[in-house]
């Protein structure tokens, strides 16, 4: 499938997209806001330094992670991670 949209700035509103396939696509310091994701799959993603709020994670799963400097509502994951790890 050869790509329709070019390099550049754009805007995408009140349009589906589902099922589209982005491949080696930057999108650094794009914003998504009312989007559903549900259902989608995220691999080989550089999240770094991204800004989530106001985001349903429920049954979300992540694997095979570098959770290093990550906070959920201000709380390292590594040490919630660990504490869990010694609570078990």
């Known amino acids: 499938m050869a790509?329709?949209?070019q390099s550049g700035r754009h805007l995408a509103e009140n349009v589906a997209l589902t099922e589209s396939?982005?491949?080696?696509?930057?999108l650094e310091r794009a914003r998504f806001e009312d989007v559903n994701l549900a259902g989608a799959?995220?691999?080989d993603i550089n999240l770094s330094g991204a800004?989530?709020?106001d985001v349903?994670?429920?049954e979300v799963e992540i694997s095979d992670a570098n959770l290093a400097g990550m906070r959920i509502n201000g709380v390292l994951v590594?040490?919630?991670l660990e504490a869990y790890g010694?609570?078990?």
């Open 21 to 26: 396939v982005f491949r080696d696509v930057c």
């Open 86 to 88: 010694r609570g078990k």
């Open 78 to 80: 590594t040490e919630m």
């Open 56 to 58: 349903n994670l429920s």
């Open 41 to 43: 799959v995220f691999a």
């Open 3 to 5: 790509s329709s949209i």
């Open 51 to 53: 800004r989530f709020s």
